[in-house]
């Protein structure tokens, strides 16, 4: 099974969905000025968090990025992009970001803040299509958080992939761009870097639809000491970008289903494990089975099938609401605000 490679429709429609989020992008009257994520009444220059969030809380460990404006919400908040030079992966790619209000406001200004790592489907290079304001996903974060359906994530969107050629899985390919070197240690350090962030993998998950979701289903899985959870939505369940050939070896080590099931052999730690597919897609078999097959013990599954959803990221969105955010939002760390 190889639904990561898109039908026509679903190419159209990402590529639509990408084609309006650079546009309303381009409309964006702040395109492109300075942004900054600092809070200024945060306790940032003693280099400690006080009160209640000081034993989970990590502040910023610097060097602070320079970002841009890439849009705006009709909140007032920013989805900023800067430049990544990854020191691990030696990878240098686009990273966009955004912070919901409660980040900003001075009673979480000590507290950390959970970070949901989104990733597209198709190529996700040169772009992250969630950088767009059209897919709604930060709106409907922002929404979902007032509402105690979602935790207020900071979301950060990297490139997925160093080129528009090939999928690379996330994955530390021999004599590939290492991306998941990229994937789950340059990204990372980098939001540490920037952002107020939680110490403990419970507040770090990944989101993504497609090969997006696969790339954070398999990083969960391979790395459950950095990670928590994630959303995968209509991903493939094994590794199989051509690029493995003559690398089995390297390829069994990010195969989901390996590592499902060594982390269910070995008890834990525990991760959550939250899938999404729509009736008109394929594989809702495949991953029933990998529910039935790999969801045991530490490994924690959910499933929500989406009545006459897609393959397409307009189709996931609207349906995070329906539980896998709150779910996996249950099983995270949530911001600490002051006494």
């Known amino acids: 099974m190889n639904r990561r490679r898109p039908s026509p ?11 309006s989020a650079l546009l309303l992008s381009a409309c964006s009257s702040d395109k492109g ?27 910023p460990t610097g060097p602070k990025s320079a970002f841009t404006t890439e849009n705006t919400l009709d909140d007032g908040t920013k989805i900023g992009v800067t430049t990544l030079k990854g020191k691990k992966s030696g990878f240098t790619g686009k990273v966009w970001v955004w912070a919901p209000k409660q980040y900003f406001d001075p009673k979480y200004a000590d507290s950390g803040f959970p970070v949901l790592i989104a990733l597209p489907g198709g190529n996700g290079y ?43 899985d996330g994955s530390d390919i021999p004599g590939q761009p290492k991306m998941g070197t990229w994937m789950t240690d ?19 998950a990944f989101m993504g639809s497609s090969s997006g979701g696969f790339v954070g289903l398999k990083s969960v899985l391979k790395h459950p000491d950095r990670f928590r959870a994630v959303i995968a939505s209509g991903p493939d369940t094994v590794p199989d970008s051509p690029l493995w050939a003559g690398h089995e070896k390297e390829r069994r080590a990010n195969d ?24 008109e897609e394929s594989g809702q078999a495949n991953l029933r089975k990998f529910i039935k097959t790999y969801g045991k013990g530490p490994v924690k599954t959910r499933l929500n099938v989406i009545r006459g959803g897609g393959h397409n990221a307009r189709t996931y969105v609207p349906a995070m609401a329906d539980g896998p955010i709150q779910w996996i939002s249950e099983h995270m760390q949530a911001p600490i605000p002051r006494a």
């Open 256 to 279: 989901p289903e390996r590592l499902a099931r060594h982390l269910a052999e070995r008890g834990g730690p525990e991760v959550d494990l939250a899938f999404q597919i729509g009736t």
């Open 186 to 204: 340059d990204v990372p350090d980098f939001v540490r870097a920037n952002f107020r962030t939680f110490k403990s993998r419970d507040g770090w």
């Open 33 to 59: 000025e300075p942004v900054s994520f600092d809070d200024p009444k945060a306790s940032h220059a003693t280099g400690q968090a006080k009160g209640a969030a000081a034993e989970k809380t990590l502040l």
């Open 126 to 168: 040169p772009n992250n299509y969630w950088m767009g304001t059209d897919l709604k996903l930060e709106s409907s974060i922002a929404g979902w958080s007032r509402e105690g359906k979602s935790l207020p994530f900071i979301v950060v969107m990297p490139v997925l992939n160093p080129d528009a050629k090939n999928y690379y």
């Open 9 to 19: 429709t679903a190419l159209a429609a990402t590529a639509a969905a990408l084609a």
